[in-house]
């Protein structure tokens, strides 16, 4: 790590460390929170946190209003997840995951990452209801997030060695604190989040940014730090529901994302990421806010579609169960309305020919139906993507 890039006053120390090698060189250590300092009063920044609360309020407001938005929003979340890998270098698609969600078959490998990083997160949205964003929870997601890493990566415990994030000590951008600091580190991260009296974005802002500059798992942490956005939020009752992810917008501009981190530590620049989080935040709300109307009025026109005398009660459940999981086969279908085989199948038919299923090909040596507009109203842009 160039110590040379870290210009006074710069938000931490850099301190002495040797590599699993021997080699010598610094590693960076934040200081503690709150942090000293900052220009809240700026002009953009006080636009920029009105926006996003705004856009914040109408999201909360709509999703209030929905019954079970949990369930419209549970394929977006397999959209955060999506994403939230992608920056980190796994790649998946909306489509394969729901096949390999509905088929029940052994996934791979960057499938298994996506999913665990779902159901890790539909663990932490029912558990901030009994404890705060902080070691405990971090801990038990990262054991279901990483439980099927190499047990290097010490699943739901903090790491106990130095990480570099790059080749090597010297030629590495950033070097996270060493191990025996991350215990302390986040038990004032904790601390901050419960206690401090600050607008609560900017304060989120300044906890993610301490949460990867600390980086207290061997893998994991990006995941982690960014699932914990969501979630924070839930916990304070800022939003009733977790229906913000803000994991598109840091992919979008993953470059500056990255600087905007790094340029905290090494100059101070604050304000700058403080900016870009909540022009994140305000940009993600818009999004939520429209993909859900969207979702919610194609419900509806689905469930106009099988109206009528002789509609029955498991087309409606077979299309509301789409918004879970947007595939299905005709077994699976036998499995939810509790039907026979032939009756599943007839309920099926009865879908595609609405156009609302469309067979894809054979899947894992079986046939599969999609939802290929609830995947195409989560995953295509809804909003101007230049506004940044």
Same mark, same amino acid.
């Given at each position: 790590?160039?110590?040379?890039?870290?210009?006074?006053?710069?938000?931490?120390?850099?301190?002495?460390?040797?590599?699993?090698?021997?080699?010598?060189?610094?590693?960076?250590?934040?200081?503690?929170?709150?942090?000293?300092?900052?220009?809240?009063?700026?002009?953009?920044?006080?636009?920029?946190?009105?926006?996003?609360?705004?856009?914040?309020?109408?999201?909360?407001?709509?999703?209030?209003?929905?019954?079970?938005?949990?369930?419209?929003?549970?394929?977006?979340?397999?959209?955060?997840?999506?994403?939230?890998?992608?920056?980190?270098?796994?790649?998946?698609?909306?489509?394969?995951?729901?096949?390999?969600?509905?088929?029940?078959?052994?996934?791979?490998?960057?499938?298994?990452?996506?999913?665990?990083?779902?159901?890790?997160?539909?663990?932490?949205?029912?558990?901030?209801?009994?404890?705060?964003?902080?070691?405990?929870? $971090?801990?038990?997601?990262?054991?279901?997030?990483? +439980? !099927? =890493?190499?047990? *290097?990566? #010490?699943?739901?415990?903090?790491?106990?060695?130095?990480?570099?994030?790059?080749?090597?000590?010297?030629?590495?951008?950033?070097?996270?604190?060493?191990?025996?600091?991350?215990?302390?580190?986040?038990?004032?991260?904790?601390?901050?989040?419960?206690?401090?009296?600050?607008?609560?974005?900017?304060?989120?802002?300044?906890?993610?940014?301490?949460?990867?500059?600390?980086?207290?798992?061997?893998?994991?942490?990006?995941?982690?730090?960014?699932?914990?956005?969501?979630?924070?939020?839930?916990?304070?009752?800022?939003?009733?529901?977790?229906?913000?992810?803000?994991?598109?917008?840091?992919?979008?501009?993953?470059?500056?994302?990255?600087?905007?981190?790094?340029?905290?530590?090494?100059?101070?620049?604050?304000?700058?990421?403080?900016?870009? $989080?909540?022009?994140?935040?305000?940009?993600?709300? +818009? !999004? =939520?806010?429209? *993909?859900? #109307?969207?979702?919610?009025?194609?419900?509806?026109?689905?469930?106009?579609?099988?109206?009528?005398?002789?509609?029955?009660?498991?087309?409606?459940?077979?299309?509301?169960?789409?918004?879970?999981?947007?595939?299905?086969?005709?077994?699976?279908?036998?499995?939810?309305?509790?039907?026979?085989?032939?009756?599943?199948?007839?309920?099926?038919?009865?879908?595609?020919?609405?156009?609302?299923?469309?067979?894809?090909?054979?899947?894992?040596?079986?046939?599969?139906?999609?939802?290929?507009?609830?995947?195409?109203?989560?995953?295509?842009?809804?909003?101007?993507?230049?506004?940044?």
């Amino acid at each position: 790590m160039d110590r040379s890039q870290f210009k006074a006053p710069f938000p931490g120390t850099l301190v002495a460390v040797v590599d699993a090698n021997g080699a010598p060189g610094h590693a960076f250590v934040p200081l503690v929170l709150p942090p000293k300092d900052i220009d809240l009063g700026r002009a953009d920044l006080r636009l920029a946190l009105s926006e996003a609360d705004q856009h914040i309020a109408r999201l909360d407001a709509l999703a209030s209003q929905l019954e079970k938005p949990e369930d419209l929003f549970h394929s977006y979340v397999r959209r955060e997840a999506q994403l939230s890998s992608a920056i980190e270098g796994t790649h998946t698609t909306l489509a394969g995951l729901a096949l390999a969600e509905a088929s029940q078959k052994e996934q791979t490998s960057d499938e298994r990452e996506v999913l665990n990083y779902v159901e890790a997160f539909s663990y932490g949205r029912t558990r901030v209801a009994e404890t705060s964003v902080g070691t405990t929870l $971090f801990n038990e997601l990262h054991s279901i997030l990483m +439980r !099927d =890493a190499d047990t *290097r990566v #010490r699943p739901g415990q903090f790491r106990d060695c130095l990480v570099v994030l790059g080749r090597d000590l010297a030629t590495s951008r950033f070097v996270p604190p060493p191990e025996y600091e991350v215990g302390p580190l986040i038990d004032n991260l904790q601390h901050y989040l419960k206690t401090e009296r600050e607008a609560a974005l900017v304060k989120l802002a300044i906890a993610h940014y301490q949460f990867e500059t600390i980086h207290p798992y061997r893998d994991g942490n990006g995941r982690l730090g960014r699932m914990m956005i969501s979630l924070w939020l839930q916990e304070q009752r800022i939003l009733s529901a977790p229906v913000l992810y803000i994991s598109a917008y840091f992919e979008r501009y993953r470059h500056e994302y990255y600087d905007a981190l790094f340029n905290v530590s090494a100059t101070g620049a604050w304000e700058e990421w403080i900016l870009f $989080f909540l022009r994140g935040v305000a940009q993600q709300a +818009r !999004d =939520a806010t429209q *993909r859900m #109307r969207r979702l919610v009025a194609l419900r509806h026109e689905y469930h106009r579609r099988v109206s009528g005398p002789r509609a029955s009660h498991g087309l409606i459940q077979l299309i509301d169960d789409l918004f879970i999981i947007p595939a299905c086969s005709v077994p699976g279908a036998s499995r939810v309305l509790n039907v026979s085989y032939n009756a599943a199948r007839e309920s099926v038919r009865k879908l595609e020919t609405a156009g609302i299923l469309a067979r894809s090909e054979p899947y894992a040596g079986k046939n599969y139906w999609v939802a290929a507009e609830i995947i195409r109203t989560l995953d295509e842009p809804l909003i101007d993507e230049s506004a940044h």
